[in-house]
Antibody, heavy 118, light 108 residues
Framework: EVQLVESGGGLVQPGSPLKLSCAAS????????LNWIRQAPGKGLEWVASINPDGSSTYYPDTVKGRFVVSKDNAKNTGYLQMNNLRSEDTAMYYC???????????WGQGVMVTVSS | DVQMTQSPSNLAASPGESVSINCKAS??????LAWYQQKPGKANKLLIY???TLQSGTPSRFSGSGSGTDFTLTIRNLEPEDFGLYYCQQHNEYPPLTFGSGTKLEIK
């Protein structure tokens, strides 16, 4: 059974860093793209980062480029999202999701909450 | 980047009824449109990809149609477990991943 489990969320002050993890199981982690998507309270889904299977290419929207870094450790079956210089507008539930064979997002984790507040 | 416009934002229906949710892309995405269901406390679920292909495990009362810029998700004979949030997402250009703004389906 494919599973993705996020961890590492919490309450942090503006300007602080935070690192999220996404533990994967039930599939060959090194074969899939991994994505991070967030959802601010009461809002829709927003793409945050993507990384290719071997970790050699990463992609971000302008809203987080230069502040967020996505990575994956295929030996540990774990993906990461390092978030730096956090802002109040980064407050959201953060999901990791696997890219499926049809370039959709075929499996998602249940999410981890990040709150940025002083 | 492709922008996705989803409508309506809210929808109320009774069990047994049929509903449709629309998604419009700012430019042609061929057939590459996915639909997701979101429910509290559960992982988001892929329902349909490539416009009309049901993901394994998606009940047959769900159907997707459309191509180019205009797409529709139809749910026939609504069941109580179908109520929740629905999002469309284009998977023609990757990345960026772009989503519709969501539709909340509520019980009338």
């Amino acid at each position: 059974e494919v599973q993705l489990v996020e961890s590492g969320g919490g309450l942090v002050q503006p300007g602080s860093p935070l690192k999220l993890s996404c533990a994967a199981s039930g599939f060959t982690f090194s074969s899939n793209w991994l994505n991070w998507i967030r959802q601010a309270p009461g809002k829709g889904l927003e793409w945050v980062a993507s990384i290719n299977p071997d970790g050699s290419s990463t992609y971000y929207p302008d809203t987080v480029k230069g502040r967020f870094v996505v990575s994956k450790d295929n030996a540990k079956n774990t993906g990461y999202l390092q978030m730096n210089n956090l802002r109040s507008e980064d407050t959201a539930m953060y999901y990791c999701a696997r890219t499926g064979a049809n370039w959709d997002l075929d499996y998602w984790g249940q999410g981890v909450m990040v709150t940025v507040s002083s | 980047d492709v922008q996705m416009t989803q409508s309506p934002s809210n929808l109320a229906a009774s069990p047994g009824e049929s509903v449709s949710i629309n998604c419009k892309a700012s430019k042609s995405i061929s057939k590459y449109l996915a639909w997701y269901q979101q429910k509290p406390g559960k992982a988001n679920k892929l329902l349909i990809y490539s416009g009309s292909t049901l993901q394994s495990g998606t009940p047959s009362r769900f159907s997707g149609s459309g191509s180019g810029t205009d797409f529709t998700l139809t749910i026939r004979n609504l069941e109580p477990e179908d109520f929740g949030l629905y999002y469309c997402q284009q998977h023609n250009e990757y990345p960026p991943l772009t989503f519709g703004s969501g539709t909340k389906l509520e019980i009338k």
